[in-house]
């Protein structure tokens, strides 16, 4: 039963963390991110910002992940980095220092005041840091389960003599240490169970001591393995260099165990305290030890992993030659195949998005997020790019293909954001609230997709060839489409008279991705104008048209015999 409480315990310090830290992500995710990126030039400010957003988030993993990509972006450098990670571990020891006092009758308040926010509040952020105070709260009754349970088994004589068989091992306990932070994400829960074996005995001041060099320790390598996954060298730096401070840290207090311990028990005889003081003190002596040598590690570090050369980055503009500006006629041609490369990563996305429905699959929902950003870039680099081309006089036939250009690279990236910005937050939606589309539903929006994605490949060549008839088919399809998506529409409608109870969960959704796939489609036949004009094959304006049948009529009405 003890042991069970003493899990039971952990279980709830660490799912009081994650509201802390998940309340003030949502609450001043985006502030936290702005203000850690202005950490650019010196390493003592850097180390200050890392401090504070760690103060905030109660997680220097999350300060890690959020520092590693900024370093591999090259918002920040790498030395200046390492002084934030520095900041975010001595920023992670404060809320140890507040859980070391006898604090537990604050617990029932922040409760009571966190509910009532969250509960009664209309406003996010409020309800947001009422999660906050939800999870302060949790922490704090969670320490005060821990030491009650804790207490009974003081005088067990078992448990006594198996702890102290584990803890007369100083790397022992450095290593269980590493591996409890290493599982649980966090060195406060592992500093905080510590504190509460150190303040019932059941472990000695120096063994105490190691199991928070453990902490230190194991909450360094989740970043590690986090960076692993990109294979980028720049993002594997920053954890690979933060664990060797550590690392290097451990190293030196290691011997000095007992000594260190018997220091601690001078300056305060409460042993959660000493085990609380010693996590500050290490952190801030690591602090003081690497702030000054950071660059000759991060020289270290970039020799160690040197930046491979990249493959081939999709945003990237592969046919944008400089050297061709000169002759307008061969810098849009070099345009206008940029324009197919951004054409093909907008397929590509197009084609994945039917795929990121049917499968619910995150991992590509995020992956389809990311190519809109290379289509982003591609299209600010064309427009740039043709922009530098019309500083000189065109004649009329280039100046008409370089708005072409400008015109259809417009669409493809306005296409892009479509999928992105509300294909991909329906898929997100459907994926979160685990909604299925009707086995005839899929199948409708599946078959219009596929039309659309076969007009893309149209307009594609439509815009290269500037062959007519593929103009007139892509407009000829165009009315199809609407066909189809009215008939879709009207097919889910009747599904849902039929109480359809798939139908009836998915509707607006439903009714979303038809209508955003027939707005691409829009933006798909936009190419074939400009062909069909040149051509002489468009209609001038119906509306002016019909004002003219309008005006007929009375005349030809009064020239009939009365």
């Known amino acids: 039963m003890v042991l069970l409480d003493l899990v039971g315990g952990v279980a709830l310090l660490l799912w009081g963390l994650h509201m802390v830290q998940s309340g003030v992500m949502r609450a001043y995710g985006a502030e936290l991110r702005r203000f850690l990126s202005q950490a650019l030039r010196n390493r003592f400010r850097a180390f200050a910002f890392g401090l504070v957003v760690t103060a905030l988030l109660q997680s220097s993993t999350a300060t890690a992940l959020m520092t590693t990509s900024f370093t591999a972006d090259g918002v920040v450098t790498l030395a200046c980095a390492l002084a934030i990670m520095l900041g975010a571990n001595v920023g992670t020891t404060l809320i140890v220092q507040v859980l070391s006092f006898d604090v537990s009758a604050v617990s029932p308040v922040l409760l009571l005041a966190g509910l009532i926010a969250f509960k009664n509040s209309t406003r996010t952020r409020v309800r947001d840091l009422g999660r906050v105070s939800i999870g302060l709260g949790l922490m704090l009754l969670s320490l005060h389960i821990l030491l009650g349970t804790l207490a009974p088994a003081e005088n067990a004589p078992g448990v006594r003599a198996l702890l102290a068989a584990v803890t007369n091992e100083p790397i022992l306990c450095v290593l269980l240490g590493t591996i409890f932070a290493w599982a649980a994400h966090s060195s406060v829960a592992v500093v905080v169970l510590t504190m509460s074996l150190a303040y019932s005995s059941f472990v000695t001041p120096a063994a105490a001591i190691a199991l ?4 230190n320790l194991g909450s360094a390598i989740n970043p590690v393995f986090a960076a692993g996954g990109s294979r980028d060298p720049m993002a594997q730096r920053l954890p690979l260099g933060n664990l060797l401070n550590r690392l290097v840290g451990c190293a030196l207090v290691l011997p ?7 220091l601690m028990d001078a300056i305060d005889v409460n042993p959660a305290r000493q085990a609380a003081d010693f996590h500050t003190a290490f952190n801030l002596a690591l602090a003081a030890l690497f702030i000054l040598p950071l660059n000759r590690l991060a020289a270290l570090l970039i020799r160690l992993m040197p930046e491979r050369r990249k493959a081939t980055d999709p945003s990237t503009p592969l046919y944008l030659d400089a050297s061709a ?21 907008v397929e590509a996305m197009l084609r994945q998005t039917m795929t990121a429905f049917l499968t619910d699959d995150r991992r590509l929902v995020s992956e389809i997020e990311r190519m809109d950003n290379s289509v982003d870039r591609l299209h600010e680099a064309i427009k740039l790019y043709v922009t530098e081309i019309t500083r000189e006089s065109l004649d009329g036939q280039n100046g008409q293909r370089a708005m072409e250009i400008i015109a259809f690279s417009i669409n493809l990236e306005h296409i892009g954001d479509i999928i992105d910005k509300n294909l991909m937050e329906l898929a997100g939606k459907k994926i979160k609230n685990r909604l299925k589309f009707s086995e005839e539903g899929a199948a409708d929006i599946g078959a219009l997709h596929q039309r659309v994605v076969d007009s893309l490949k149209l307009a594609l060549g439509v815009f290269m060839s500037g062959e007519v008839a593929i103009a007139r088919q892509l407009l000829r399809e165009k009315v199809q489409i609407r066909e189809v998506e009215r008939a879709a529409a009207e097919a889910h409608f009747a599904r849902l008279r039929e109480g359809r109870p798939e139908s009836i969960e998915t509707s607006s959704l439903h009714i979303d991705v038809l209508r955003d796939l027939k707005r691409i489609h829009s933006h798909i036949c936009s190419v074939a104008y400009p062909v069909l004009e040149a051509a002489g094959e468009l209609q001038s304006s119906r509306l002016k048209e019909a ?3 309008r005006r007929a009529r009375p005349a030809q009405s009064s020239e009939q015999p009365q």
């Open 325 to 345: 500006l000169a002759t307008p006629t061969i810098a849009l041609t070099c345009a206008a195949r940029e324009v197919m490369h951004m054409g093909d990563i």
């Open 547 to 549: 004002a003219r049948r």
């Open 212 to 215: 928070v060099l453990g902490a």
């Open 256 to 262: 000095f165990l007992h000594p260190i311990a018997g």
